[in-house]
């Protein structure tokens, strides 16, 4: 018969083997619900990540409508800019001699042309009016200039006796008198663009 061992307790009982087992479920839960939370926390990293993101990627397109709408006011609305870039493109890299020398020749064109409608006007000649329009509405939107093209191509219907939209038909009258403030108009557009391409070539 071999020799009993001292340390060797005795057999555990039921109601231990039942409280170890309750331990061990407890700790698996309790690794377990360490894991999930561990998880959690990666995803709320994660959407607070993307969210962070959406949010500057949202700032960022909100400024570029800003900026270009700061562009836009340089000139009131004066300038085509892409127009008015493609004229630059021809320059030089060191100077802009070549588009200043093209816009210079334009003020002269136009202010004669000015002075040619002043002079057509005292009959008037809706005709040569109408004309006039045309010729200078070509030049000034070869350079951008949206505000003078715009009111030439009126000059261009309400000589043919037609409305601004060249559609419906309109008496001398109303056409002279139409003529007469347009004109007035056009000068003042003429001036500011004059004054942001003196400027501008200025610099």
Same mark, same amino acid.
């Given at each position: ?85 493609? =004229? #630059?493109?021809?320059?030089? *890299? /060191?100077?802009? +001699?070549?588009?200043?020398? @093209?816009?210079?020749? %334009?003020? $002269? ?72 403030? =347009? #004109?007035?108009?056009?000068? *003042? /557009?003429?001036? +500011?663009?004059?004054?942001? @391409?003196?400027?501008? %070539?200025? $610099?």
């Amino acid at each position: 018969m071999p020799p009993s061992n001292p340390t060797q307790g005795p057999p555990p009982t039921a109601e231990a083997q039942e409280e170890k087992a309750g331990s061990s479920s407890s700790a698996a839960k309790s690794s377990d619900q360490d894991k999930g939370n561990a998880s959690t926390s990666k995803v709320a990293e994660t959407k607070a990540g993307s969210t962070s993101q959406a949010t500057e990627t949202r700032a960022e397109s909100q400024n570029e409508p800003e900026a270009e709408e700061e562009e836009e006011e340089d000139d009131n609305g004066i300038i085509d800019h892409t127009t008015f870039d493609q =004229l #630059l493109e021809m320059d030089d *890299e /060191e100077d802009h +001699e070549f588009s200043k020398s @093209l816009v210079f020749n %334009y003020f $002269e064109q136009a202010e004669k042309t000015f002075g040619e409608m002043d002079e057509a006007m005292k009959t008037p000649d809706f005709a040569n009016l109408s004309r006039l329009g045309h010729f200078l509405k070509g030049s000034s939107a070869a350079l951008g200039l949206i505000k003078v093209r715009e009111s030439c191509e009126k000059l261009q219907y309400y000589g043919n006796r037609k409305d601004a939209s060249g559609i419906k038909d309109i008496t001398n009258d109303e056409a002279k008198d139409l003529i007469e403030n =347009l #004109l007035v108009t056009m000068m *003042e /557009e003429y001036n +500011e663009a004059k004054t942001f @391409l003196t400027g501008f %070539y200025a $610099e």
